[in-house]
């Protein structure tokens, strides 16, 4: 019986390590349901809804949205979370940030669980405005297509309190989409012929934007990661941003079209608002890495109590595709959306001016 039991453990030793790994280095967005509470009260929760994940007020109740993925071992992994904005309105600015590490063990074929600490940043304010949880989360992952891997996670947090955010729970289900930094690199734009120009990707953006709304003298600025001043639709104002999820459709030669849509959903008790962008462009590769893009945004916005308004617009981009690591890419863009009036939003034309960095994964 010890002579089985030393052989067995030798042989579970000697299998290679390639077919024990559960990890590889990734990057990845997240998104989904979320719902939170005050801790050890009675009080009613409060629902979120984003897809992709949100960075606004996401970002400090629920989850982080971007993550990384950095093998350690056969079955653990370190990933650090991040998501992070920042909005100035008149002379009004306010940062909100979410910074998260936790370790991932991986159980066996796709099944994971995980466990870490997360720190909540609020500012202007104390140093009490800092708040420090922990995190747990139990989830499943899966190949989806070329680089790109898929997981669905339930995720529970806890938080202390702070001197402006009392302690509170949230408990989330979460789709995350990552892509793998150490496959073949995604295929580069040509130079001369084009034929190709694009590949299908998938994408997630984020970076500055400047709303100005005409005859008015209103500015809303704001940084995002990932997102942009759509990330303020919860709260109702429709504010219209190039979507935060993209995909790259080839059309063949310098051709592409891309689709985009982020979908936003806020409801505390008693209200909700709902808002839901889509956006369709055609995109032309210059050359090199360079594109031009031109296009259509739409965003419609529920509240509770009162009708339901679309903010209709057009925008144009000028931007850089590059490489970053294995089969992920990136791009920098300037885009300019502008929207119509809407009575019932009570919104005047506004002008939007973009700088977003973007992140692409490969679909094949």
Do not use: C
């Not at 600015?93 to 995980?114: C, E, I, K, M, Q």
């Not at 747990?136 to 995720?155: C, D, F, W």
């Not at 999820?245 to 059309?251: D, H, K, M, Q, T």
């Not at 970053?324 to 009036?341: D, I, P, Q, S």
């Amino acid at each position: 019986m010890r002579k089985l039991l030393a052989i067995g453990v030798l042989a579970i030793l000697a299998t290679p390590a390639n077919a024990q790994r559960t990890w590889q280095p990734e990057i990845g967005v997240q998104g989904g349901f979320s719902s939170f509470k005050p801790a050890g009260t009675g009080g009613s929760s409060t629902t979120l809804i984003d897809l992709p994940g949100g960075s606004f007020l996401t970002t400090i109740l629920t989850y982080a949205p971007l993550y990384a993925i950095i093998p350690v071992g056969n079955r653990l992994a370190i990933e650090p979370q991040l998501g992070a904005s920042q909005l100035t309105l008149g002379t009004t600015a306010l940062t909100l940030a979410r910074v998260g590490l936790r370790l991932d063990y991986g159980f066996g074929p796709g099944l994971y669980g995980a466990a870490g600490t997360v720190l909540n940043i609020l500012e202007p304010g104390s140093p009490g405005n800092k708040q420090v949880g922990l995190q747990i989360g139990v989830g499943y992952r899966t190949h989806l297509a070329g680089s790109l891997n898929g997981r669905v996670e339930a995720n529970w947090v806890t938080t202390h309190a702070s001197d402006v955010t009392s302690a509170f729970n949230a408990y989330s289900v979460l789709l995350g989409v990552s892509s793998t930094l150490n496959a073949r690199p995604a295929e580069r734009p040509t130079r001369s012929t084009g034929t190709k120009a694009w590949t299908p990707m998938l994408g997630v953006a984020g970076g500055y934007a400047s709303a100005h709304a005409v005859g008015s003298g209103g500015d809303i600025t704001g940084v995002f990661f990932p997102g942009g001043l759509n990330n303020l639709s919860i709260l109702g104002p429709g504010i219209a941003a190039p979507p935060t999820l993209f995909v790259i459709v080839p059309l063949g030669g310098k051709w592409a079209i891309e689709p985009s849509f982020d979908v936003h959903h806020f409801a505390p008790s008693g209200t909700k608002t709902t808002t839901f962008e889509v956006g369709a462009r055609v995109d032309y590769a210059v050359a090199g890495g360079w594109y031009a893009a031109a296009g259509g945004e739409l965003v419609n916005v529920k509240s509770t109590g009162t009708s339901s308004a679309t903010v209709t617009g057009a925008d144009l981009a000028w931007g850089y595709r590059f490489h970053l690591a294995g089969a992920t890419g990136g791009r920098f863009e300037v885009n300019y959306l502008m929207t119509g009036k809407n009575n019932t939003l009570g919104n005047p034309p506004i002008n939007t001016l973009s700088l977003l960095f973007g992140l692409t994964m490969p679909l094949r």
